[in-house]
């Protein structure tokens, strides 16, 4: 009978430890796994490539070449980050997103950056300028690429309410290293590619006539993202990410009451953004009815 006992015993231990270990591994939350919820707030920068402008509207139609943009990001001395009324004031970056499988999430998100026109921007001028139309800079009649420095006194463009790039996302997400008591911490990888609509708001000061805030949802945008995911304690994460792509404004109304006044180009963009987000685990899996799905 002892035998049999202890026969029993060694053959039994092995397997529940290997259970009890199989049971705590599986206890484990795995941010990247199907039925995971997450969103993000953070704030960015933006870089432009040059681009040519066309200007549409009565008596006049040209395009200056070769023009210059950069962003706006708010200084951290502004306040602007730290008080919930003017929280969307500087540019900003928000997304939510579900993990529809194991590694891939579909998401949508908001992209607030800033295109500001250059002062002294070096262009060429084509195109035609009836008389009269502009007295402030004194173009007028047919260019064909004449080289010009412009001067925001007299002639200015902005999206600085808002170039907003909505779009929605594809991402896959791989583990790259966990640690820590019970894997608490990790660090993961995001890849995305995302499209979607730019929403307008814009300033244009020409012809002695400026607009402020003329809203248009203006053209499209495509890009490409990677980040690295730095996650704490399985619920929230920092992360910091790398983007690009081509935004094509087919039509930004540059005057509110005049739908046949607009601008025309197309550009690339590079962005930086640091965001801080959570994770949610919201779908039951492996039959428990209750739980997250477990490593």
Not at 34 to 56: C, D, H, I, K, P
Not at 162 to 179: K, P
Request: hydrophobic residues 35%; proline residues 3%.
């Amino acid at each position: 009978m002892k035998y049999s006992i202890l026969i029993l015993a060694l053959v039994f231990t092995p397997l529940l430890s290997t259970a009890q270990s199989t049971w705590k591994s599986k206890k484990q939350k795995i941010s990247h796994a199907q039925g995971t919820l997450f969103g993000y707030w953070g704030y960015n920068r933006s870089a432009y490539t040059e681009s040519n402008m066309r200007f549409v509207g009565p008596g006049y139609d040209f395009t200056l070449s070769g023009a210059k943009a950069h962003d706006n990001q708010s200084p951290l001395s502004s306040g602007y980050y730290w008080d919930p009324k003017s929280i969307t004031v500087p540019q900003f970056s928000a997304r939510v997103g579900y993990y529809i499988r194991h590694h891939w999430a579909i998401s949508f998100g908001y992209d607030h950056m800033k295109y500001i026109f250059q002062d002294r921007n070096e262009v060429t001028l084509s195109g035609e300028i009836d008389p009269g139309v502009d007295n402030t800079t004194n173009w007028s009649g047919i260019y064909t690429g004449e080289p010009i420095v412009t001067d925001r006194n007299t002639f200015h463009y902005e999206n600085s309410d808002g170039l907003n790039y909505l779009r929605f996302e594809v991402m896959r997400t791989d583990l790259l290293i966990a640690f820590g008591a019970k894997d608490q911490f990790a660090i993961s990888t995001n890849l995305s590619a995302g499209a979607g609509a730019l929403l307008s708001f814009n300033d244009f000061d020409f012809a002695g006539q400026k607009n402020v805030r003329t809203i248009s949802l203006s053209g499209y945008g495509i890009s490409g993202h990677a980040s690295l995911r730095f996650e704490f304690f399985r619920h929230v994460f920092i992360q910091t990410k790398l983007g690009g792509g081509l935004n094509h404004q087919l039509k930004v109304r540059t005057r509110p009451n005049d739908a046949s006044s607009y601008a025309r180009h197309a550009y690339g963009y590079g962005s930086f953004d640091t965001s801080v987000g959570f994770l949610f685990y919201i779908r039951p899996t492996n039959g428990c009815g209750t739980c997250p799905i477990w490593n």
